[in-house]
């Protein structure tokens, strides 16, 4: 699977699981609500620090967000 997608599906499963909105995910990153979804979808690359700031924001590794490993710690 591409390592857009796996990304997306691993942030809407940790947004889910805290209850969170995907415009509450986009307040949190400084951006849309339309680009947060297509992050989601995985159709839109993220930088370096939102992805470390969302291992981070989430207790997770950055390896586990884009599907290197199935550890979350």
Request: aromatic letters at 6%.
């Amino acid at each position: 699977m591409e390592t857009l997608k796996i990304l997306g599906e691993k942030l809407r499963e940790l947004r889910k699981e805290r209850g969170l909105l995907q415009r509450e995910m986009a307040e949190f990153l400084h951006i849309t609500e339309v680009h947060y979804r297509r992050v989601e979808a995985g159709k839109v690359n993220i930088p370096t620090l939102t992805l470390c700031t969302l291992a981070d924001y989430f207790g997770v590794t950055t390896e586990y967000l884009l599907g290197r490993s199935d550890s979350r710690s």
